[in-house]
């Protein structure tokens, strides 16, 4: 057919280019403009036998993000690694079994403290009855509860404790001290002091509540095991304060009494304003060598 262009209709505005030439675009004016142009070069270069389009360029390669500093925080919506934090610190195995078996320790002791507090303080059970030894032992004397869950029982008595000794003169008489007033001792340590010592507070009433619960109060006799070591505890805390010798002279006996006042109600209650002290007095103690053995006299 010869090298002459061959053309049909095409669509509006352009032109159908035959194999061995090419004719004009135009634009949608049908004329040709810089589009034409551009078109036109590039079927020129692909008669004059190119036939391998240009190569692609590759997509340039991501730049690696920097290293967070320590001590920097994490951006937002992005999750550590496991075992990291946010600043970049990783925990060794090792740490990590340390912090969860402390974790553990920590929950067991809160878990213990609690039931054997609650123990202590609600009705007697099966479980408070079987364990009740290891319960006193744990909760006696720091965590010591003076009420009951669901029956609450207040005291209704000032009960102050009181205690006199008898000495040995050189020349072979006894002399007898007035009544020593060991509750009061305590109150005085413990008023207008913001952290008053446990000790102050509780061990003397405790003692005192030991010995009443373990001995006949009519006649003083000993109602088990518990009478004998009650009766050396109300020894030792007496001895502790006063020491081995009154006024110069040894100590060779001791005894004591608890003085109970009413507490008062308001005027309302019919109560009496003022209250009457009863006096429940011991028997004398002899005291020897033994009985000072650890207390630092």
Known sequence: MGREALSRPGPRGSA???RTGSVPFSGPTGRSGPGGAAKRGHMAEHDS???????IPAPPEPEPEPEPEPGAEAEPGVDPEPGS??????WSPVSRVVLGLAAVVLGCATAWHLAAVFLTVAPANTLSQR?????DAYVYPEFEQNWELFAPNPLQFDIAVEVRVRTLRPDGDSLQSGWINLTAQDLARIRDNPAPSHADQNLLRRAWDYYTSWHDQSDGTSLGYGGPLSQEYLTRIALQRIGRDWNGNPVTDLQFRSASSPVTGPAWTGAPRTATTSYHQLSWWPVNADDYQGLGR
């Open 16 to 18: 159908v280019t035959g």
């Open 49 to 55: 036998g190119t036939t391998d389009p240009a190569p």
């Open 85 to 90: 934090v946010a600043g970049g610190r990783r």
């Open 131 to 135: 364990y009740q030894s290891q319960i």
